[in-house]
């Protein structure tokens, strides 16, 4: 098979990656992508480092031996946890991570105040620190680990009273002085983003990296010569747990976000 005409993996830790595919299908709409959801191993924040590290290994083993062509890692615990790892185990395969947009917050509020959203995992790792040093100098920069989150998402709770209860529990210390931009560092938090508004107010930025991810993407795929650029593409949905995990993922890809977001794993 011509290897353009192969699909584009996306990994994430359950459902979260969704919000990255979106964006990639957005890019690329004449790809074949196949998503695979560990959702059986979620959340991966609430694991250690090298549990993190041996499922993203074992979960990019099994996609590259179907062939896909290149392997996003749609969770950014599973990033700083195993990137590098990754990339020295096949280093021949395009394999792209997903980062906090600090980069793009500090840039647009030099200065400011920027709170970074994020799993246990991500803000303890030292890929983050390292984004942490490099950019404290420029902006505050508040991290916030938001333990539970995911676990709501995963159950398809995308608003109501437990998702803002938590939200507003994790973003209180970070409220006592005005907020210029707000990162979500894990690809989950895009789905309550609705409900993250609601408590910010309207001042803070709300930033995510799928839309940086996708054109990055695009740009290594055309790089390498594999870059589909005809015909009709598609979506494959896979997930470790069950079925019921395919169906919300497809509904969170197809669902318009924010005024009609999922609520108690409700159609919206």
């Known amino acids: ?82 990137i590098e790892v990754l990339r020295s185990t096949w280093p021949e395969k395009i394999i792209v991570g997903i980062e906090p947009a600090l980069k793009l917050a500090v840039e647009r509020h030099m200065g400011g105040r920027v709170a970074v959203m994020g799993t246990s995992v991500t803000i303890r790792e030292q890929k983050f620190h390292t984004l942490l040093e490099r950019f404290r100098t ?30 507003r529990q994790e973003l209180e210390s970070a409220l006592d002085k005005p907020l210029d931009a707000v990162v979500l560092g894990c690809t989950h938090y895009p789905f309550v983003k609705k409900e993250i508004r609601r408590i910010v107010g309207e001042r803070p930025e709300i930033l995510d990296g799928g839309t940086g991810t996708a054109r990055h993407t695009q740009h290594r795929l055309a790089e390498a010569g594999l870059l589909k650029d005809h015909g009709v593409g598609s979506v494959m949905i896979e997930n470790s747990l069950d079925g019921k995990m395919v169906e919300l993922s497809r509904r969170l890809l197809d669902a318009p976000w924010g005024e009609n977001a999922l609520a108690n794993g409700s159609p919206p």
């Open 138 to 167: 420029d902006s505050e920069i508040i991290p916030l680990a938001c333990p539970g989150l995911v676990e709501l998402i995963e159950a398809g709770q995308t608003a109501g009273e437990r998702v803002s209860g938590l939200l």
């Open 1 to 82: 098979m011509d290897q353009a005409q192969a699909p584009v993996a996306v990994f994430d830790s359950g459902v979260g990656g969704v919000s990255v595919l979106r964006e990639l299908v957005r890019c690329m709409p004449q790809e074949h992508f196949l998503y695979f959801g560990d959702s059986v191993h979620a959340p991966y924040g609430a694991r250690s480092t090298q549990e993190v590290r041996a499922l993203t290994l074992a979960a990019a083993k099994m996609l590259f031996d179907r062939g896909v062509k290149a392997l996003v890692v749609a969770c950014n615990t599973a990033t700083a946890a195993a």
